[in-house]
Antibody
Framework: QVQLQESGPGLVKPSQTLSLTCTVS??????????WSWIRQHPVRGLEWIGY???????SYNPSLKSRVTISIDTSKNQFSLKLTSVTAADTAMFFC???????????????WGQGTLVTVSS | QTVVTQEPSLTVSPGGTVTLTCASS?????????PNWFQQKPGQAPRALIY???NTLSWTPARFSGSLLGGKAALTLSGVQPEDEADYYC??????????FGGGTKLTVL
């Protein structure tokens, strides 16, 4: 059974870069059957899809975050990562990594999630 | 910016039936939006229940079903159990690669 685990600092200062890593176990991140995604959950604004990466390195990002987001992949470590630059208090959220199983075309089902990691932006 | 709207809260009696809906600011929700539904309990990650409007996953209880209803995506729970008390989120796909979550429905079983 695939498992995902987020890791990274729980506290980031305003204007700095938030960096998180997701380690995948129980399956290969190099499979062409999945996208690997980041999703965040604000206390008030709910769930927000951030973006995904494919094993080949191709990505897709939420247009509202695209200028600040980079998702990368390290197939040798079975990990993928998120960087979010120029953070503010509004970026405080629970961050989840997740697996999206490809169905047809670009459509997926987000079938496995990590447990989430809380990131607070504060000085 | 696309907004996906759900009922903020609903209450249902044990054993009853309840339908949650999911609307899009861009117009009627159709199967081409591939509606997905997720359940989230306190302290847990969301768990997928329904994908592509009507399809269930191996862990989805039989009492959960998805459909399209009056231009919206719908999630129906039939024979509600106390353990179904949770937050429910829909997800719609726009242009294939973009995904937008609804604001969530807090379901109370009372």
């Amino acid at each position: 059974q695939v498992q995902l685990q987020e890791s990274g600092p729980g506290l980031v200062k305003p204007s700095q870069t938030l960096s998180l890593t997701c380690t995948v176990s129980g399956g290969s991140i190099s499979s062409g059957d999945y996208y690997w995604s980041w999703i965040r959950q604000h206390p008030v604004r709910g769930l927000e899809w951030i973006g995904y990466i494919y094993y080949s390195g191709s990505t897709s990002y939420n247009p509202s975050l695209k200028s600040r987001v980079t998702i990368s992949i390290d197939t040798s470590k079975n990990q993928f990562s998120l960087k979010l630059t120029s953070v503010t208090a509004a970026d405080t959220a629970m961050f989840f990594c997740a697996r999206e199983s490809l169905l047809w075309g670009d459509y997926t089902v987000i079938d496995y999630w990590g447990q989430g990691t809380l990131v607070t932006v504060s000085s | 910016q696309t907004v996906v709207t759900q009922e903020p809260s609903l209450t249902v009696s044990p054993g009853g039936t309840v339908t949650l809906t999911c609307a899009s600011s861009t117009g009627a929700v159709t199967s081409s939006s591939h509606p997905n539904w997720f359940q989230q309990k306190p302290g847990q990650a969301p768990r997928a229940l329904i994908y592509s409007t009507t399809n269930t996953l191996s862990w989805t209880p039989a009492r959960f079903s998805g459909s399209l209803l009056g231009g919206k995506a719908a999630l129906t729970l039939s024979g509600v159990q106390p353990e179904d008390e949770a937050d429910y989120y829909c997800l719609l796909y726009y242009g294939g690669s973009q995904r937008v979550f609804g604001g969530g429905t807090k379901l109370t079983v009372l």
